[in-house]
């Protein structure tokens, strides 16, 4: 089993900046392709970005394409998403995930989840 920790979420105006972590514990980190997820009140849960194993490989879907940077640190069992200039849809339920191989579809583990709210 590998257990997801998220933190950093909470309340931010428009155009402001958060960090997201995923503290990763129980298997080998480093064997893992990680991703974040986010889903709003009466939407689907959507892969927001992902980043391989070496971090060779990034994903990240159009809307925060210029915004969001997926990075980890193997040597930490972590994952970061730096959110800048974020927008009133930018809130969500921001969850970490991992799976042994990308893409980050049907995720193997999942995290808790985090609130983000970006009040406009």
């Known amino acids: 089993q590998l257990q997801l920790v998220e933190s950093g979420g909470g309340l931010v105006q428009t155009g402001g900046s958060l960090r997201l972590s995923c503290a990763a514990s129980g298997r080998t980190f480093s064997s893992y392709a990680m991703g974040w997820f986010r889903q709003a009140p009466g939407k689907e849960r959507e892969c927001v970005a992902a980043?391989?194993?070496?971090?060779?490989?990034?994903y990240y879907i159009n809307s925060v394409k210029g915004r969001f940077t997926i990075s980890r640190d193997n040597a930490k069992n972590t994952v970061y998403l730096q959110m800048n200039s974020l927008k009133p849809e930018d809130t969500a339920v921001y969850y970490c995930?991992?799976?042994?191989?990308?893409?980050?579809?049907?995720?193997?583990?999942w995290g808790q989840g985090t609130q983000v709210t970006v009040s406009s």
């Open positions: 995930a991992a799976k042994t191989i990308l893409p980050m579809t049907r995720p193997d583990y």
């Open positions: 980043i391989s194993w070496t971090s060779s490989s990034t």
